[in-house]
């Protein structure tokens, strides 16, 4: 069994290490950008394809009746 001081200073040092390391912290905040950014993007088209399908509609019916 270990000594209390040298538990401790394992401790310390598995500290320090997780304190330099934040990869793991950028990778989430990177995650959550692409998901907030691909949220928005499906709602822009969602919000944009009535009007469209609407515009393409009208031009449709414009060219349908001008070619009778």
Do not use: N
Not at 18 to 38: F, H, N, P
């Amino acid at each position: 069994m270990q000594s209390p001081e040298a538990v401790a200073a394992l401790l310390r040092r598995a500290t320090r290490k997780l304190r330099a390391s934040d990869e793991g912290q950028d990778l989430l905040e990177y995650a959550l950008l692409v998901a907030l950014i691909a949220l928005v993007a499906v709602a822009a088209v969602a919000a944009s394809g009535t009007a469209v399908s609407d515009i393409f509609t009208a031009v449709a019916g414009k060219l349908a009746g001008a070619a009778s």
